[in-house]
């Protein structure tokens, strides 16, 4: 499924798909969730570097690996990732590996027919029947798990998780307030439930949507378009606001609501994707310091995957996480158009494409 022109419908194409070369592996895709960075992809509101071949959150199974290729095999069952360390950069080095600078992907280049050179989503481009990548995009996990589920894992739902979970550092007994109750907001009540936070409180527009949210975990849910947002989340913490308020709408208002429903020395991540002409709120720069705490933003919910993967698949094994809710539709790869329409209206959590 390739987005051949800013803003023209996706269109299903022949791709030329070479043999994996050194640290390369070929996979087998069985399953790609539609999020909204295709969507970004296809506007245009990445780069200009079209055609691109979509898709990127995946699970299949190994074809081939290319030469050097060491802990992966044809036939494992793996989670695609777009954060596969270098371990040499300047962040690898200093330990944080999360932030790596110089992730790997493959070397050579899926083309069209005609030798036109793709650009694939995030380093991944798994709207496609195979896809090649770099071997450490790779992350075997338990055989078992339904590819449709265990591929959400490879962006939003992981970069939900993970804002709780790694840059929020929710805790036990902690209070978590978060706004934006789509995929990666719904994520993140599951990640905050799991890390054992006991007040979890939803923040959203539409009541379908908090309803939801409740079965990811959400304790209390506030409808914003009715009530103050920032005094519900007060009145639900003792009047003291939320320990941890997670942003995963990429919005202005919505940042600046995080910031004031927090308690004294609390934390906001920032998860949702801004647009680039949007400016940070207007804030008095003594309640930035009044207020102390921290404010992060959260790429990929700072997840390392060969770590988080296999757990948090293993976790929804034993029904510790409803990973599987996420996925609101299976649909083909002919439907993907359909789905991003969907998206936008806020009808799905995530629509699947299985092959
Ligand atoms: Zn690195
Ligand atoms: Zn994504």
Redesign the pocket.
């Given at each position: 499924m390739v987005a051949t022109a800013k803003g023209a419908p996706v269109t299903i194409e022949t791709v030329v798909v070479p043999d994996p070369g050194p640290g390369e592996a070929l996979v087998d895709v069985q399953a790609c969730g539609v999020?909204?960075?295709?969507l970004h992809y296809r506007e245009g509101a990445i780069n200009d570097e079209f055609p691109f071949l979509l898709g990127?959150?995946a699970a299949g199974r190994v074809a081939a690996v290319g030469e050097g290729v060491s802990g992966l095999s044809p036939g494992d069952f793996v989670v695609l990732n777009w954060r596969a360390v270098c371990g040499q950069c300047r962040a690898c080095r200093r330990g944080r590996p999360q932030y790596c600078f110089a992730t790997h992907n493959a070397g050579q280049k899926m083309t069209l027919k005609d030798g036109t050179v793709l650009s694939p989503a995030?380093g991944i481009g798994a709207f496609a029947e195979k896809t090649l990548v770099a071997a450490g995009q790779c992350t075997p996990v338990s055989d078992g798990a339904d590819p449709a589920v265990a591929g959400l894992l490879g962006?939003?739902v992981m970069a939900g998780l993970g804002a709780a979970m790694l840059t929020g550092g929710v805790g036990p007994g902690d209070s978590v307030a978060v706004f934006g109750c789509g995929g990666v907001g719904d994520a993140a009540i599951a990640g905050a439930r799991l890390a054992g936070a006991t007040t979890i409180i939803a923040v959203d527009l539409d009541d379908r949507k908090l309803e939801m949210a409740r079965e990811f975990g959400a304790t209390h849910a506030v409808n914003a378009g009715r009530e103050d947002a920032v005094e519900a989340i007060r009145a639900a913490t003792g009047g003291f606001g939320a320990d941890v308020c997670i942003e995963a709408v990429g919005q202005p208002r919505v940042l600046e609501q995080a910031f004031f429903a927090r308690d004294l020395a609390g934390t906001v991540v920032q998860v949702g994707v801004p647009t680039p002409d949007m400016k940070f709120p207007d804030i008095p720069m003594i309640e930035f310091f009044g207020r102390g705490g921290a404010l992060k933003p959260s790429w990929y919910g700072d997840c390392l995957p060969g770590r988080d993967f296999p757990l948090l698949v293993d976790l929804y094994l034993q029904g510790r996480l409803p990973l599987d809710r996420f996925v609101s539709e299976r649909i083909g790869l002919d439907q993907v158009e359909e789905a991003f329409h969907k998206m936008e209206r806020g009808e799905v959590l995530r629509s699947v494409v299985v092959l």
């Open positions: 999020c909204h960075t295709d990127h959150e995030l962006c939003g």
